[in-house]
């Protein structure tokens, strides 16, 4: 079975300090995608990054950036420069294919993250 | 840009009382999927539709029943409502037919409080 692990369970950081948030996965599918998605305090999710299996190159968004190491079957994410408007809940999670290979999503215990202004 | 809209946002019902949550999802997207999310807990798979068809089930009660409509929209049907069952419940939409890389786009959810 799929399973993803976020060891961190709080994080606080003082504004404009580095942050790596990490996540573990566990998978015997030779094709799948990990995902991170960030839970502000309204509650809703938004989507940040999308990683296929089969692409281990780093990526980088602004002040986001993602390493997927394969070998240690990890895909933690950095914020630079971190601000306020982080402060949220990151949950990192893993597709598996469906019945039908539609997949759905299995999601780490969430991080969460905050910055101190 | 059209995101997944939810409905109702927000939703108060009695132990044993029924309520239908509705998703419609981003338009042209023919998969959605229903997720639940406890206090403080990650997002738990509830069920999924594509084209109509139930496509894949998690660990979704039997007192609760979904289907995706013509219009592609979903309802996800919950009964004899429990303590328990209170949660933010979220939709998601996606492009599907095969594990194509499709990404998950979410609604806001709708928090489900159950006196």
């Known amino acids: 079975a799929q399973k993803v692990t976020q060891a961190q369970t709080e994080i606080s950081v003082v504004e404009k300090e580095d942050v790596t948030l990490d996540c573990v996965y566990e998978?015997?599918?030779?094709?799948?995608?990990l995902f991170w998605y960030k839970q502000p305090p309204s509650g809703e999710l938004v989507f940040l990054i999308r990683?296929?299996?089969?692409?281990?190159q780093n990526e980088i968004s602004g002040r986001y950036s993602w390493n997927f190491q394969k070998s240690t079957s990890s895909f933690n994410f950095t914020i630079t420069a971190s601000q306020v408007v982080d402060s949220a809940v990151y949950f990192c999670?893993?597709?598996?294919?469906?019945?039908?290979?539609?997949?759905?999503?299995?999601f780490g215990t969430g991080t969460r993250l905050t910055i101190i202004p | 840009a059209a995101g997944v809209i939810q409905s109702p946002r927000h939703l108060i019902k009695e132990k044993r009382e029924t309520a239908t949550l509705k998703c419609y999802p981003i338009?042209?997207?023919?998969?959605v999927y229903w997720y639940q999310q406890g206090p403080g807990q990650d997002p738990q798979f509830l069920i999924s539709f594509y084209e109509k068809m139930q496509s894949d089930k998690g660990s979704i009660p039997d007192r609760f029943s979904a289907q995706q409509f013509s219009d592609y929209h979903s309802e996800l049907n919950m009964s004899s409502l429990e303590l328990g069952d209170s949660a933010l419940y979220f939709c998601?939409?996606?492009?599907?037919?095969?594990?194509?890389?499709?990404?998950?786009?979410f609604g806001a959810g709708t928090r489900l409080s159950v006196l």
């Open positions: 998601a939409s996606s492009l599907g037919g095969s594990l194509a890389k499709n990404i998950q786009y």
């Open positions: 998978t015997r599918d030779t094709t799948y995608y």
């Open positions: 338009p042209r997207h023919d998969t």
């Open positions: 990683r296929n299996s089969f692409d281990e």
């Open positions: 999670a893993l597709s598996e294919a469906g019945s039908d290979g539609n997949e759905k999503l299995t």
